[in-house]
């Protein structure tokens, strides 16, 4: 994007009028964000108990990190809202606004007791597991 600003470039030769200034804007993207118009769009990876029990987290904003309460029984792939916390909207008041999309993880790794407390669990939920 090239930004032009009139009369505030160099002085003219022999006294002549004020030259143009130009301004070449480059925009890197952030990975941690999507655009979508105002909005911006991100993610959060959240463990089994977090979603079960609900937790905070914090998420990363343009304006520094903002905490998210996470309710007890969120699904993976949901969808939370942080209201006013997007990009500036162009032709209005306000901003847009944050989405975030909850991720669970599952660990791949677990040890004997995680292993033997997911298993009881499994048993006060009446569902069936692997035995190994």
Do not use: H, W
């Amino acid at each position: 994007i090239r930004l032009r600003v009139s009369s505030q470039g160099e002085s003219g030769i022999n006294g002549g009028p004020t030259g143009d200034l130009y301004i070449l804007i480059e925009v890197r993207p952030d990975m941690r964000f999507q655009r979508r118009d105002d909005d911006l769009n991100t993610s959060v990876e959240i463990t089994y108990p977090q979603a079960a029990l609900g937790c905070e987290v914090k998420i990363d904003t343009f304006d520094g990190a903002e905490v998210l309460d996470i309710p007890a029984g969120t699904q993976p792939g949901s969808k939370l809202r942080i209201k006013g916390r997007g990009m500036p909207k162009l032709r209005g008041r306000g901003n847009g606004d944050m989405n975030i999309l909850v991720r669970v993880s599952v660990p791949k790794n677990t040890t004997a007791k995680q292993r033997d407390l997911i298993r009881k669990l499994a048993d006060e939920m009446k569902v069936t597991v692997k035995s190994k």
